[in-house]
């Protein structure tokens, strides 16, 4: 469990998180495959403090107008914590993650020069997209002040 993100809990807050790899999963109603993003070392900006070793998140709108994304890019973003039910029937337990991520924005280009993930593809190949989404102006979903 999350423990650190617990006294945040329905808070909305700035978080960081280091960019991995792109993954999928079978969307919520079975109606086929949902490109995901995997974060590690998510701080809480203000604090500086490690709230999760990792995170995966829907590629929403937000993620994909940064284009494409390389392993080591860091990426700041405003979420909400929220407490959530994983596991079985059974074996449920309670969790925490950081839903509706927005403004969204590259903060540094780490990963230049690196890999996208295992099979060194960008998202758009691996995930048989079309062109890249975004492009130099557009590493923010929404500028900050």
Same mark, same amino acid.
């Given at each position: 469990m999350r423990k650190q993100m617990r006294p945040l809990e329905f808070e909305r807050k700035r978080?960081?998180?280091t960019f991995v790899r792109y993954g999928s999963k079978w969307a919520w109603d079975g109606s086929g495959l949902v490109t995901t993003l995997l974060l590690r070392d998510i701080t809480d900006v203000a604090s500086g403090r490690v709230v999760? =070793?990792?995170l995966w998140f829907n590629l929403t709108k937000g993620?994909?107008? $940064? @284009?494409? $994304?390389w392993r080591? =890019?860091?990426i700041e973003f405003d979420a909400r914590v929220k407490r959530y039910s994983k596991g079985y029937a059974g074996l449920r337990e309670v969790d925490y993650k950081l839903s509706h991520p927005t403004k969204i924005c590259l903060? =540094?280009?780490g @990963?230049?020069?690196?890999?996208q993930n295992e099979s060194n593809?960008?998202?758009s190949e691996w995930a048989g997209a079309g062109p890249q989404v975004g492009g130099q102006n557009a590493r923010c979903a929404q500028s900050r002040a």
């Amino acid at each position: 469990m999350r423990k650190q993100m617990r006294p945040l809990e329905f808070e909305r807050k700035r978080f960081r998180g280091t960019f991995v790899r792109y993954g999928s999963k079978w969307a919520w109603d079975g109606s086929g495959l949902v490109t995901t993003l995997l974060l590690r070392d998510i701080t809480d900006v203000a604090s500086g403090r490690v709230v999760a =070793d990792h995170l995966w998140f829907n590629l929403t709108k937000g993620f994909e107008a $940064l @284009g494409d $994304l390389w392993r080591g =890019d860091v990426i700041e973003f405003d979420a909400r914590v929220k407490r959530y039910s994983k596991g079985y029937a059974g074996l449920r337990e309670v969790d925490y993650k950081l839903s509706h991520p927005t403004k969204i924005c590259l903060v =540094d280009s780490g @990963g230049k020069g690196g890999i996208q993930n295992e099979s060194n593809q960008t998202r758009s190949e691996w995930a048989g997209a079309g062109p890249q989404v975004g492009g130099q102006n557009a590493r923010c979903a929404q500028s900050r002040a």
